[in-house]
């Protein structure tokens, strides 16, 4: 069974909310593995003088929780050799 985590992003783009979702997309991929989906939450834009100058999109970006009960043992003995 996998447990999937949810984390709140906004992306910023100088061309378009799409950008904007990309980007934080490709942002978080830095980070985060097993994306499996995001939601998008808000859009809104920053204007200066009649014009757009930023698009924001706010999103909620899913991933999956990775099990690591296999490194449990390697940390319990690598703490007992320091010891």
Do not use: C, P
């Amino acid at each position: 069974m996998a447990v999937v985590k949810v984390v709140e992003l906004v992306g910023t783009s100088k061309e378009s909310w799409q950008n904007a979702v990309e980007e934080a997309i490709r942002e978080a991929s830095q980070s985060l593995r097993h994306i499996t989906g995001v939601d998008i939450v808000n859009q809104t834009a920053h204007v200066e003088n009649g014009k757009v100058t930023e698009y924001r999109t706010t999103l909620n970006v899913a991933f999956v929780v990775e099990h690591h009960s296999h490194l449990v043992g390697a940390g319990a003995a690598a703490a007992k050799q320091k010891g």
